[in-house]
């Protein structure tokens, strides 16, 4: 199976795999908004994308503090202009971290920005989407190879620099989108900038539900339910994934802001990434009243043995 920017992950064997595909994972008959509301959002989106093009450079020149505000704004802004209601329990604890969070879709990433502003930790392929990617340096992305594993160690010490610096960085440890029912192990070589940064290290759990007719004309439920129609997944292209959202009707998005693991809770990468993957995972798996569980995600395949490795790199894990 390929991933959304066209990489066959069998190429490396530490490359990020995600078992969930389009035929699998995505509705195929989604509630859709009306033909006014569609054309809406996307005079909306036009207007907002092409203001953060326009402000990035300014907004480099503010101080900290007002460019966050900025940032928030306009990161909100896009959810709003989608149609998106978000939904964010928790706050993010102060100062420089390691923000970490469950990875579904492109989405996440003005989610993250707009409740944690940081630099993103991206792929090297988002730096050539239009417009995001020029958006996505101005902002100050850390871009990883992630075919590459020798430059790996290279990435984690301009990680753990820019966390020394007093920045926030986010990153999505899983590697690989996921469609919100599958989640993967998140990988411990970001976390070991953490460790030498000595910051705190900041869970963030994003869910994406629905309210009402998620699955077509006829089907209505009262119940949330988790919804797959943001994830972007498999052969899936960016601009089939804006469609999506865009026509999304009743898509709501839940971000929980975690506590906190303080720096020296942990005594490897490898321990802090499985309690940071477990307090996700828990936050996920917790439904309220009405909601429904997401019910058994896709079989997974059997992990593949691995040979010891030094502590440190290139292994990813």
């Given at each position: 199976m390929g991933t959304p920017d066209g990489t066959d992950p069998r190429a490396n064997?530490?490359?990020?795999?995600?078992?969930?595909?389009?035929?699998?994972?995505?509705?195929?008959r989604p509630a859709a908004a009306g033909a006014v509301r569609r054309a809406a959002r996307w005079a909306a989106l036009a207007a907002v994308l092409p203001a953060g093009v326009a402000l990035s450079p300014a907004a480099r020149l503010l101080a900290p503090a007002r460019r966050a505000v900025l940032v928030r704004w306009w990161c909100a802004a896009i959810a709003a202009a989608l149609g998106v209601r978000v939904r964010v329990t928790g706050r993010p604890v102060a100062g420089p971290a390691l923000v970490v969070a469950n990875h579904v879709s492109w989405l996440d990433?003005?989610?993250?920005?707009?409740?944690?502003p940081g630099r993103m930790v991206a792929k090297r392929e988002v730096g050539r989407y239009p417009v995001l990617g020029r958006l996505?340096?101005?902002?100050?992305?850390?871009f990883i190879d992630?075919?590459?594993?020798?430059?790996?160690?290279g990435t984690v010490a301009e990680v753990a620099s820019a966390l020394r610096a007093g920045s926030t960085v986010v990153a999505f440890p899983e590697g690989s989108t996921r469609c919100g029912r599958e989640r993967g192990a998140f990988r411990g070589a970001l976390f070991q900038a953490a460790l030498e940064a000595g910051v705190p290290v900041q869970p963030v759990a994003i869910r994406y539900l629905t309210h009402g007719a998620a699955h077509g004309?006829?089907?209505?439920?009262?119940?949330e339910t988790v919804d797959t129609r943001p994830a972007f997944v498999g052969e899936d292209t960016l601009a089939a994934s804006l469609r999506r959202v865009a026509a999304a009707r009743g898509l709501v998005a839940e971000v929980t802001v975690l506590p906190s693991l303080p720096p020296g809770t942990h005594s490897g990468r490898r321990a802090l990434a499985a309690a940071a993957r477990e307090a996700v995972e828990a936050a996920l798996d917790t439904g309220g009243p009405g909601r429904r569980s997401p019910g058994p995600p896709p079989a997974r395949r059997a992990p593949v043995p691995r040979p010891d490795v030094s502590p440190r790199w290139p292994d990813p894990r």
């Open positions: 064997p530490w490359f990020p795999f995600s078992p969930c595909t389009v035929a699998g994972c995505l509705p195929r990433v003005p989610l993250l920005a707009a409740v944690a996505a340096a101005r902002g100050g992305t850390l992630r075919e590459r594993l020798m430059g790996l160690p004309k006829g089907l209505t439920d009262a119940a």
